[in-house]
């Protein structure tokens, strides 16, 4: 028998889809030509909300910046749940904070775009 809690999980995944679906329609080149020109911002309406909806994703393997220093360098790292740390570092490292967050961008998106 289907329950009240049923149906409410059915309709969030719908919301979530719908989300998903609508965003990776707002990922387009203006935006990230956009982001690259000034990741630090101030951002167009279209960015801003692209950017927000990427920076609300669930938190477990979301890309972050870790500094390794007080300026740096920047690492890029994942969110990995269960791990020591919660923090997986990667390879990948910056010497400018805003190379870092172009790359955590360019990282959200493809993310985006492969579900």
Known sequence: MRTGADRSAE???VFRL??????????THEVT??????PSGPH???TQRVLRALRSLP???????????PDGPWRVSKIALGMPGNLLL???????YEDAMRYIFT??????QQN
Do not use: Y
Not at 33 to 38: G, P
Not at 61 to 68: A, L, T
Not at 107 to 112: C, E, H, N, Y
């Open 59 to 69: 938190v477990s393997g979301k890309h972050i910046i870790f500094s390794e220093g």
């Open 90 to 96: 990667t390879e990948q490292s910056f010497g400018d």
């Open 107 to 112: 990282a959200r998106v493809a993310a985006l």
């Open 11 to 13: 309709l969030l995944e």
């Open 18 to 27: 719908r989300s998903e679906e609508r965003l990776r329609k707002e990922c």
């Open 44 to 46: 167009d309406d279209r």
């Open 33 to 38: 030509a956009a982001h690259d020109a000034a």
